[in-house]
């Protein structure tokens, strides 16, 4: 099985000697991890940063084995956010969320297109359009809930509905803490928000 596609660095695991094993979040074929070659050497390094836009070549001769990867470098997103330690730890707390809840080798319709959509508005703002995507998601995954069940006002309504409205940071605090119940209920069997290590950087922004 060979296949070719734009993806995001989510996770870098070193194995064997010069070898590592990784997993990339795809535009057409979901999360996938497979084996890396040279990943330790000095010309590879910038480009296995996690977070950085790729292209992948995927290669198996067994749909049930894990398979290897070639890759090059389209866009250093670690880079990009490099001098900014909120903007990054926000980038790396979207990686780690995308790699513990979406199963590997599973498409989600408009998941990476929302992703890359939340990663240019990541170059202007940073806890809003985090915490939109979050949501939205969750939802996506299947952990979605009904905003009309919880007693929220419009605006955040309209917030989480995708409206261009005003807004109070402590209209986000209420997002993140809605989004931390949707992880807690329903994967509770899955993860233990306390692994989102980057995630919980958020919420001391977000306690200023």
Known sequence: MRWS???YLISVLP????TSVIKVFSEYHGCYSGILFGSTSKKKKPDLQLGNKIKVHYNSKNEDRMGYFSIELIENNSIKFFNDNKKLNILLASIELISKVMPERQTYDGTFKDFNLFIEKLESDSLKPYLLWE???LKKMGYGIDL????????????LYGKNVDFLFDDLKIIF???TQVISN????TINISNLKNRLK???YLNG
């Open 135 to 137: 949501f939205n998601f």
């Open 5 to 7: 596609d734009t993806a």
């Open 148 to 159: 009309n069940d919880l007693k929220l006002n419009n605006k955040i309504k309209d917030l």
């Open 15 to 18: 194995s064997k000697e010069n």
């Open 186 to 189: 329903g994967l509770v069997e």
């Open 177 to 179: 803490d809605l989004n």
């Open 202 to 204: 958020i919420l001391k």
